[in-house]
C-alpha cells in the first residue's frame, strides 16, 4: 500500500477532523464550485506549459524566440499554478480522508512536486537561454526527472489505477505525431496503428473482453510497446532536429518531460475517486 495513510498513520485523527473545521466545513457545500476553479486552472497550466515545451522542441511558435514565448506564458503559468494549489488544499481539507487513504493521491503529489520542477527549474530557465541548458538546469532536471520516475512507479502499482496509465500513453503518442514530419509522421502513424489493431485483436479476439486474468498481462505488454514505439519515434526525431538547429538534445527531450508530467498529474487526480 502506498497511500499517505500507510507512511502517515500518526495525523489519521487530524484527518478525519479535517472537514469539521475551518476551511474544510466552509469549502465543502461549495465542492463543485473549487472543483471547477481547480480545473480551469489545470487547463491554464497545460495551454501555457504546450506554447512554452513546444517551443522548446521546435514546434508551435516558431516565430518567437523562446525567451519572448516565456515572457508571454509565464503570468498565466503562475496564475494556474497559484490556482491549483490554493484550490487544491481547499478541496482537499473538505475531502480529506478520500485522499488519505487514495494511492493515485500520493501519485498526484509526486507528479506535481516533479511538474513544478522540471517547469520551474528546467523548461522557464530554458526558454529564458534560449534553449540552453544551465548547470544548475541540469541538477533541477536530474531531481525533477527521478520525482516523475517515482510518481510513474507508484501510478503503475497503484490498486485500481494503473490502467490510468493509458492518459500518458496516449499523450505522448498524440504529442510525438504532432511533431514528427515527413516520411517519419507516416511511419510512426503506421506503427500505432498496427499497435491499436493488435490490442483490439486481443481484446475481442484472442480473449474474451471479461477474461482480465489474460487481459490484465496483455495490456501490461501492450503498453510496452506502446511505449517503446513512441520513445523511438521520440528520440529519432529529438536527434535529428536537434543537430538541423544545434539546439541542445537534451533541452528537447526534458521539454517532452515537462509536458507528460503535467499529464500524469492531472491523470493521477482523475482517479482519485477511483482508489
Do not use: C
Not at 476553479?37 to 522542441?57: C, D, K, P, Y
Not at 541540469?138 to 531531481?143: I, P
Not at 486474468?213 to 536537434?242: E, S
Amino acid at each position: 500500500m502506498i497511500a499517505p495513510q500507510d507512511f502517515l498513520p500518526q495525523i489519521a485523527d487530524w484527518v478525519a477532523n479535517l472537514d469539521d473545521v475551518f476551511p474544510g466545513s466552509w469549502v465543502k457545500p461549495y465542492f463543485a464550485q473549487w472543483e471547477v476553479v481547480h480545473l480551469l486552472s489545470l487547463a491554464l497550466i497545460g495551454g501555457t506549459t504546450l506554447l512554452l515545451n513546444l517551443r522548446l522542441i521546435g514546434f508551435g511558435l516558431n516565430d518567437e524566440p523562446p525567451s519572448a514565448v516565456r515572457r508571454a506564458v509565464l503570468p498565466w503559468l503562475n496564475l494556474g499554478v497559484a490556482g491549483i494549489l490554493v484550490t487544491g488544499v481547499l478541496i482537499g481539507t473538505s475531502n480529506p480522508e478520500r485522499l488519505y487513504t487514495s494511492e493515485a493521491f500520493t501519485a498526484k503529489m509526486l507528479g506535481l512536486a516533479a511538474a513544478l520542477i522540471l517547469t520551474y527549474g528546467v523548461s522557464l530557465p530554458a526558454a529564458r537561454a534560449e534553449g540552453r541548458l544551465s548547470r544548475g538546469a541540469g541538477l533541477w532536471a536530474a531531481l525533477g526527472l527521478a520525482v516523475f520516475g517515482v510518481s510513474l512507479s507508484v501510478f503503475a502499482v497503484a490498486n485500481l489505477v494503473n490502467p490510468g496509465l493509458w492518459h500518458l500513453v496516449i499523450a505522448a503518442a498524440l504529442l510525438v505525431l504532432f511533431v514528427t514530419r515527413g516520411r517519419m509522421r507516416i511511419a510512426y502513424l503506421l506503427g500505432l496503428l498496427g499497435l491499436m489493431t493488435t490490442q483490439v485483436a486481443i481484446h475481442h479476439v484472442i480473449y474474451r473482453p471479461d477474461d482480465y486474468a489474460n487481459l490484465d498481462p496483455a495490456n501490461k505488454a501492450m503498453i510496452g510497446m506502446y511505449l517503446a514505439w513512441i520513445l523511438a519515434a521520440a528520440a529519432i526525431q529529438i536527434v535529428r532536429d536537434g543537430s538541423a538547429s544545434g539546439r541542445s538534445v537534451a533541452v528537447k527531450a526534458l521539454a517532452y518531460a515537462g509536458i507528460l508530467v503535467w499529464v500524469v498529474t492531472a491523470a493521477a487526480g482523475r482517479w482519485i475517486a477511483f482508489a
